[in-house]
């Protein structure tokens, strides 16, 4: 039994949030409501070293063409990558400005990702859509709420979606379970609902991973059950499921077609794209992409 | 003897603000100047796993139709599910905007709960009242206080009835008799009038928790001992009971009659209501609304 | 044949507007959906003189306490009688405010009604909604449409219905058929509309004021052609009919069949209720109730 | 010899701009570059009275409707029909929000078009275009000329598409030539690129009126030199040809060649469509698309 | 193989910032496309200790004229100096004003370089460029970026091309292979392309430093490949290499060349050019003009 995913008339969208979610899943990528977002923010993220495993990779304009030639919905990607290289390509693909950002160098005992452009910056740009880092039960949330607070409110008063990437982080998520237990992403799921996303990005729950968690996880559910129950704490934020590192191929597509039954809207892959070779690259976009096909709105 | 509570026209209300809470407390609920609230913040306060109990209370449509069900007077949830969910209900029952908020994974030594939304969503969104989470007696009092300023201020601004969910906290409270302590209570419901509350939220307090707790709190006090002193300290600010996790429910009505024998205005029963299967939420609900009919105003 | 009013979910409403238009039009008044609002500003727009047939009905604490007898859907009264009167009445029915006006001392010929109150006053005081005067063709429509570009984006961001006065005025008006000519009327519904009122107050059109209209209006038209026209223009902006100068009876209530036929919503009704001894008043409300009663929404 | 219209690289447009501009030209429409608009402000600035030919054309969902059944590249409303009625075709067909607007009522001696909406509210409702009238030669262009001094600026900071509807208007246009001359015309297109509009609506230009113009236009022109003239004063603001009121339809097509050929991107023609019969209407509108199939970019 | 350097048309610049840049570039130094700065900064960062190898450098109108004397493209300054010095040279140099800056007397653990002027005050004095030191990888990123995210509004509004000094630097970096591993700069210049900078300012990258490194960096590079890859990280982002403390002229010059082959911009050499007696400053600076004489964009 497919879950039916909620329609663009509602969930809660203004006529400007509308627009841009209609252009993103209706208009791009294959049209059917469906969603396949390439993530390129690696470079601030992890750094270069992302981008040894295939070299071309490093050149913004090899990602943007990839993302052309592969029919996604949208790129997410920093301000900078975006004032220097979108005028050449604006309109061609859905812009998502990724609006925060770190480095990996600090410890993500007490995790934030810092504010480096605005939704403003968005409009600006001919963005469709923009990206805000959560990090769900870092001792920094104080100030992660205070910065969402006001991406939150520009993104309505801009008509801007906004896309969370609702990501447990901190010492207090890695001693109870870690980042990617069943618990802690159905957590980081129901959050982004809370705070007001349009669409959550999560890390595919292990429902496994038991270490110290809250007791009502502490037994043994399926992948597909742990899937299923996210979507539904996302209730009327779809659901976006992330790559993470680079995975074996069939664990990525049986994760992927779980989170299609549950109700997701699709997948932001990005190093599992393009950490291979360019033509290998897009037979794991077909790939992926016949999958969503089955999954119309 | 019940004490009396004080009116509508003798706390110190401005236009708008007396015009929201006759409406939450005079044109909705029983009608008759107490208050049921139904609160539904615990999907970021405590994550998903507080719907296990009752999957279907995961979905805030069910939460919705059951305070209209039930004939509450108000239901109070996040800025995102107001921006998804209310819409459909708009004026059907009094929105309660909590503004601030926390997840549970982190430390509560130095609880703070940031912003979320402001006042000015909370008009915008057609809200009756906004709640806001103050820990009293946490080591990060002062942005505590000083997130609160802004709140109070344009809660008199708007005319926006201010709801303080006023909760002892933090690594010293521990250390000092525990967050339910009458001493703590007692001092947290004083501590939101002084503050600027137009209604506090406390928990029931317990005069038997006496390690540690100031010499005046040392001796023996009768639970309507206790809750007459709480509502007394709250002088013109009106008390709702907190009904916390679930419990018996001898106890809570128990709770509930001495705390309406102390001139309380009435109840914000969230977990003890909807951890139940339907039927029996709205036979639970009864009972309450059964005892607040002895307490017009 | 009766035509069909819009819903409240299908014109255009944030969640604020809804909340405060379902109170008006549904939790107060009849609660059909119709409405009968009652205006109380001419103590500025012409001065005590008005209430000179009744004295009585220079206090507005008479005015307030005829709309609660009456069972109005809401009075409009200008900010000084508000911050004055409204309190003690708080809630009790919903207070329109109007946030412009003027003396009819000066020449109408380049009329303008400048602001004297703003949105976010209304907030303040509870109102549910808030109303202004248009001066439809008057030369002086660029000062117009500059205060109500931000009447119009306050009453937006403070989820507050927007109720205009919309009137022809001014000497261009004069001089091509007159206030209440079919073809002014007809214009100014559409201005409202085009210029996003929520609701829009106009007189009731008279076809047979054909001199030097446009060529389109200068043929025979019944008054019920004409008021469905006017309806038609004002599209999804509901229609409020203005009472104006004191009329028969027997004239308002067929011209306010003829409009309810046509789809108004209902009836802004001043000088006709209060220019009358207290208990003929409510007798003519109560057949302008009667009137609304059999066109539910 | 047809003339190259400049690209959307070659025109000084930053991305937001760029991204809005192709969306409205290569990816609606006949998507070749060139461009069909629907205006429908005429309820403001001219009153119902043009919809009088065709009923069914008052009904703003109609007439969106047409435009997507036409295959319009975009449609131009004011700010109350935007936002009661964009919503529901929300993306369908790109939005051109009309910003300023008036009504015909007062004299056009001294016109002044003022603003009813901002660039932000465009964005909030996900327009791909602003629209702003400018009244070239009017003696109140000082005040127009701050009005779109800000409307620039923020088109610019916002990256919204700038099309400027700009019409010679006045007494003194009136005392010399008249509003359509080519004289008036090739100077308004001239103001409308001098001032920084990303896109010109002008007038066909009649080279026959040369009462009063100023000598160089005051001798023999074909209507091509004229046009000619007007776009390569137009330079590397785009040009569309305004239909006006309802002409012949062989006079319209003339006209509409000599614009193409001359290097016009395309037209925008409203009473002209709207103004008949539906199926009429469409018939109208696949000629105009046939004619512009021939002038791809 | 020389790799080719972008153009100013191509690295995202608007009008302004391709104005000052073209001038800096092609109008300044060698008028080549390379740049040669020089920053004198150090009597902030590090005190009157670095001018003691050669007294007459704690002279500003010293510097200033060897930067006269020497053809340089620029002169990189704190805003003290630029207000006292600047006006009698002003427009003889290009001014690049440092908006940033710290003493190194407290540690770097946490280091922040707090903003003492703002792109406003670099724009009224004339400056053609503004300098931000970003510190990657401290545990103060926070307060870092949101510094950062200011200036680039700043200087895309106003069209001044902004500088990045992007140093690795804090006990994490220290912990990682020290500020100036390969790892650690190649990281920094992806940072500064990733956020917006336009130009970046990186140490020569040590391939040795390898302990705690990244893997992939843990393994042998020739310094061509590491800062060939810097260059690349750098994407559209121009790079000059920083001079740091004053080494062997033949390390320096080697360094030098490797850049240019790798396709950096130039160089910023400051206490290598001052620390020096006059003459031998000058026959230094001509030998780095004769290296970036090979190196035309």
Known sequence: ??????????IGLNAGKKTRLLRI???????????????YDQGL?????????????GDPRYIIKLALEGG??????????AEKFYWDFAGEIPLVLKLNGKTDIPSDAQALSPLQATVEDAVRLGADAVGYTLYVGTPAQGAD????????????????PLI??????????????????FYAVDYAARVASELGADIV???FPHPEKQVNVKKEYAREFSTQDAINSVVKSANKTLVLISGGSKSSDEVMFGRGREAMEAGATGFIFGRNVWQREHDESLRFVERLRELLSHYPA
């Open 72 to 81: 996604f919905n949208g790129i997410a990607i920093q301000i900078g990558l």
């Open 164 to 181: 969370v990437w609702s990501y447990p982080r901190g010492e207090a998520v890695d001693a109870k379970g870690g980042t990617d237990s």
């Open 25 to 39: 899943l209706f208009q791009n990528g294959l049209r059917n409501g469906t969603a396949l977002f390439l993530p």
């Open 201 to 203: 990005k999560v890390n």
């Open 1 to 10: 039994m497919v879950v039916q995913r909620p329609t663009l008339s509602d």
């Open 145 to 160: 709420f205070a910065q969402f607070l006001k991406v939150r409110q520009d993104a309505i008063r801009l008509g801007m």
């Open 45 to 57: 993220e992890h750094g270069p070293r992302d981008f040894f495993a295939n070299p071309k990779a």
